[in-house]
């Protein structure tokens, strides 16, 4: 309830500086992860009761908003630091909030359940605050964003994501090339095989080509892939000397549902989608008809506008709160969330997706 509340208060202001402060509404989600570690028991999946039952439920019963923002104010609001400092402040929040699940697990004698629960929790926040706003940052052009992008990706092990989903993913979202982009017929399940083998094959392929072209030794402080692998294995050694092994492992545990929620919502974002083979042999240039957007309001502000995903491949470095709604963007029927239930369980979402696609290839 508190959400809605939120909601409705923003939506009824009408001055511009109030519904900004909508984004605030994003801060719950770790809000109820550092919920679940407090208060133990039951509260442990809290972040889960949030992202996948309270947003789902608020999604349907809000209005969908296609609204724009208006081309005369695009570029000052693009240049708005407040909309900066709501990412940014993500860094904090999340390491805070390990410390706080590492030091729980270590210290506190919890059911099995409860530790089960906190590690969903955490992974959940390390997938939404961690990856999505890493994803956010990283495509900004200054050092010091794309550094907290790296920071922001580190607890899920996923650094590589940085190259992989910027050199790569942009390059060939909608093709065979592409391993983060489902299949039509493709179980979830066996996409999340596909993407991660072939994202972190995919960014050493991209990184050794880049370092080729500049003549950059294999072990150098240039080489990102093997910055990042020492980086993760820094991370794990620290958690595993000072917390002890078993948190070490429950740790990891929150890393793979961390990436694993990045990997559903590229399932559903661009499940099925295929461009077409021009005259000179190349794929078209990627349309607004190449990804899945959603415009349910709620999961729009928690995922920082991320579900507007057709903009962001039209021009990836428009920063989130100014991505547009494109009419010929094809729709999901239900938000983000909702979308990535479904998806795990196949011949749901296969009967539901699988005609529509046919119909926007077509």
Not at 220 to 231: A, D, G, P
Not at 319 to 336: A, I, N, W
Request: include cysteine; hydrophobic fraction near 45%.
């Amino acid at each position: 309830m508190l959400t809605a509340g939120f909601f409705i208060i923003f939506e009824n202001t009408n001055t511009n500086t109030m519904r900004d402060l909508k984004y605030f509404i994003a801060y719950l989600a770790p809000l109820s992860a550092f919920w679940a570690i407090y208060q133990g028991g039951i509260w442990s999946f809290s972040a889960f009761y949030l992202a996948f039952i309270l947003i789902p439920i608020f999604d349907q019963l809000f209005p969908l908003t296609s609204t724009n923002i208006d081309v005369h104010t695009e570029d000052k609001r693009s240049n708005i630091v407040f909309f900066d400092l709501l990412l940014y402040a993500n860094v904090p929040i999340l390491y805070g909030l390990l410390y706080y699940y590492f030091s729980t697990l270590q210290s506190e004698n919890l059911a099995l359940y409860e530790k089960f629960g906190l590690t969903l929790s955490t992974g959940i926040i390390i997938g939404t605050i961690g990856i999505n706003v890493g994803h956010e940052l990283g495509h900004r052009s200054k050092a010091f964003e794309q550094f907290l992008a790296k920071m922001l990706l580190l607890p899920a092990l996923y650094q590589h994501f940085f190259i992989e989903h910027n050199l790569g993913h942009h390059k060939n979202v909608a093709t065979e090339k592409d391993p983060a982009t489902s299949k039509l017929n493709e179980p979830i399940y066996f996409f999340w095989v596909r993407s991660v083998v072939g994202g972190y094959s995919n960014a050493w392929k991209l990184d050794n080509e880049q370092r080729r072209k500049l003549s950059i030794p294999f072990f150098s402080i240039h080489n990102q892939m093997l910055i990042f692998s020492l980086c993760s294995m820094a991370y794990l050694t620290f958690i595993g000397a000072w917390f002890g092994m078993e948190v070490l492992l429950w740790s990891i545990g929150a890393s793979i549902i961390g990436f694993l929620l990045l990997e559903s919502v590229n399932y559903i974002e661009h499940y099925g989608l295929k461009r077409k083979i021009v005259g000179n042999g190349k794929f078209e240039p990627v349309l607004p008809s190449h990804s899945w957007n959603s415009n349910h309001e709620i999961g729009r502000i928690f995922l920082y506008e991320l579900t507007r995903h057709a903009d962001h491949h039209y021009k990836s470095t428009r920063k989130y709160q100014v991505l547009r709604h494109f009419d010929e963007s094809p729709q999901l029927p239900f938000g983000y969330p909702a979308s990535i239930l479904l998806s795990l369980i196949p011949p749901f979402w296969f009967k539901m997706m699988n005609p529509r696609v046919k119909q926007i290839n077509n």
